[in-house]
């Protein structure tokens, strides 16, 4: 993830310059939930990050459950078979 990626990203989720920003009323959650989303993506960019993060992603969300995608992902799957008491 580049900075200028991130930016493009930004650029569409704050899209208040558009003739129907005007129009449309945010919940108060999803106007945090943007924050949150805009600084990851300012974070990301200036690691220059290069993981799948839509991989990742579906592999912590519970409504997905996407077998694990990376080393850690993996050892987290392991410890969880060896400790199914724990959540």
């Known amino acids: 993830m580049s900075t200028e990626y ?7 989720l704050l899209a208040v310059r558009s003739p129907l920003a005007v129009y449309v009323r945010l919940p108060r ?7 949150i ?3 990851l993506y300012a974070l990301l960019g200036e690691l220059f990050a ?3 993060w839509h991989r990742i992603s579906e ?4 409504f997905v459950q996407a ?3 990376t080393p850690i992902g993996m050892a987290e799957a392991a410890w ?4 199914p008491s724990i959540e």
Request: charged share 15%; glycine share 6%.
């Open 50 to 52: 290069t993981a799948d």
């Open 80 to 83: 969880r078979v060896e400790h």
């Open 29 to 35: 959650s999803y106007v945090i939930m943007q924050q």
């Open 67 to 69: 077998p694990p995608s």
């Open 59 to 62: 592999e912590i969300w519970p």
């Open 37 to 39: 989303n805009l600084g």
């Open 6 to 12: 991130a930016a493009s990203v930004v650029g569409r």
